[in-house]
């Protein structure tokens, strides 16, 4: 398909599906500035693999498994980042390796420490299908 007719297809189907996969990376990650990163790295893979689209599913359903596949992506490394001590606990990445919060007590932080290490030793004990919701 010549370029000018591929940009407009596209441009259509991103009109009329962007609501849907934000939506729906909203739900995932909570966060609005994460959810916007992961539609746009959605809509550029998409844009890529457009030509090989085969139609054997529905143009929304292909942008919504694209974009899942992009947040556990996210997830992935964000979980990694967070065994090697690059992950803050409200989520955000960090330079350090522990970054204690300013109004929270020694006790308090190991007591953050501990149950998250149970929380993380639980998930890893789980069958991989489960891990992944």
């Given amino acids: 398909m010549p370029g000018h007719e591929k940009n407009q297809e596209f441009a259509e189907i991103v009109d009329a599906h ?10 995932m990650t909570r966060n609005k500035h994460l959810a916007e ?4 790295d959605t809509f550029v893979s998409a844009f890529r693999k457009f030509d090989s689209f085969s139609g054997r599913s529905s ?4 942008l919504y498994r694209i ?4 947040y556990s992506k ?15 606990g409200d989520g955000n990445l ?9 109004d929270s007590s020694p006790a308090t932080e190991v007591a953050n420490s501990e149950e998250s290490e ?5 998930v890893d004990e789980l069958p991989a299908k489960l891990r992944v919701v």
């Fill in 18 to 27: 962007y609501e849907m996969i934000f939506r729906g990376a909203l739900s």
């Fill in 37 to 40: 990163e992961i539609v746009q």
């Fill in 59 to 62: 143009v929304s359903t292909w």
């Fill in 67 to 70: 974009m899942l596949n992009n």
């Fill in 74 to 88: 996210y997830a992935r490394r964000k979980k990694l980042l967070s065994r090697l001590g690059f992950v803050r």
């Fill in 94 to 102: 960090s330079q350090t390796r522990s970054v204690p919060s300013a």
């Fill in 118 to 122: 149970l929380l993380r030793k639980a």
